[in-house]
C-alpha cells in the first residue's frame, strides 16, 4: 500500500541555521505534497505544500523541493527561530481518485537560542 | 481557529464502552477525513466521507466506524474499548473530494481509556 518516509524523527538545531526534513514516498501517482506543522497539543497546520508540476516552491524562510523521478520531497527551513520548534510532518496523496492523504511518522525540530 | 470544530475536546471512558466524536467541517466544505493520532506518534488516516459518502478508507478498525450526515457534519464511533485506542482523534475537511488543497484540522478530541 502506500506509504511515505520521513526522516530524521528528531533535529536540533541552533537558532540561524538550516534545517532539512526528508521524505521519500510509494505512489508513484501521488501529485499533492503538503507539509504540516504541529505544535505541542495543537492541531496540525499547513505551512507549505507542492503539486508534482512543480520544482520547488518558496515562502519566506521556508521551501519545499520535490523530485519526482525519485519520488523524494524535502522541507528546508533558513534562518530557524526559536518558534519554529515544533512537529513536521510531510504527507503525499494518493493518485486523483483514491482520496487518501498519507502522513510522515514526523520530525520534531528543536531550534536552541 | 480552523473553522472545524469537534466535541467533545477530552474523553475519558473505561475499557468496554462505546464513544462518539463528532465533527463539524468549514462551512461549504464536503469532505470530512478522520485521523488518529496515538502518543508521539504520527497521523494514521483512518476514514473520509464525502458529501455524505464513505470514499476512501485507511487501516480503520473494524469496531470503529464512521457516518456523514446530510448536514455534512460526520460523527466517528469507537465501541469495545481498549487501552491502546488511547490516542488524539482529528477530524479535518476540505472543499474537494481529494487532496489537492489545503485540508483544515479541526482541534482534536483527546479519548483517554482506563
Known amino acids: 500500500g502506500e506509504n511515505v518516509e520521513q526522516h530524521p524523527s528528531t533535529l536540533s538545531v541552533q537558532e540561524g541555521d538550516s534545517a532539512v526534513i526528508k521524505c521519500t514516498y510509494s505512489d508513484s501517482a501521488s501529485n499533492y505534497f503538503p507539509w504540516y506543522k504541529q505544535e505541542l497539543g495543537k492541531r496540525p497546520q499547513l505551512i507549505i505544500d507542492i503539486r508534482s508540476n512543480v520544482g520547488e516552491k518558496k515562502d519566506q524562510r521556508i521551501a519545499v523541493t520535490l523530485n519526482k523521478t525519485a519520488k523524494h520531497f524535502s522541507l528546508h527551513i533558513t534562518e530557524t527561530q526559536p518558534e519554529d520548534s515544533a512537529v513536521y510532518f510531510c504527507?503525499?496523496?494518493?493518485?486523483?481518485?483514491?482520496?487518501?492523504?498519507?502522513f510522515g511518522t514526523g520530525t520534531r525540530l528543536q531550534v536552541f537560542p | 481557529d480552523s473553522g472545524v470544530t469537534q466535541t467533545p475536546k477530552h474523553l475519558i471512558t473505561a475499557t468496554g464502552q462505546r464513544v462518539t466524536l463528532r465533527c463539524s467541517p468549514r462551512s461549504g466544505d464536503l469532505s470530512v477525513y478522520w485521523y488518529q493520532q496515538s502518543l508521539d506518534q504520527g497521523l494514521q488516516f483512518l476514514i473520509q466521507y464525502y458529501n455524505g459518502e464513505e470514499r476512501a478508507k485507511g487501516n480503520i478498525l473494524e469496531r470503529f466506524s464512521a457516518q456523514q450526515f446530510p448536514d455534512l457534519h460526520s460523527e466517528l464511533n469507537l465501541s469495545s474499548l481498549e487501552l491502546g485506542d488511547s490516542a488524539l482523534y482529528f477530524c479535518a475537511s476540505s472543499p474537494k473530494g481529494h487532496w489537492d488543497t489545503e485540508a483544515f484540522f479541526g482541534q482534536g478530541t483527546r479519548l483517554t481509556v482506563v
Open positions: 504527507a503525499a496523496s494518493g493518485a486523483y481518485n483514491t482520496d487518501k492523504l498519507i
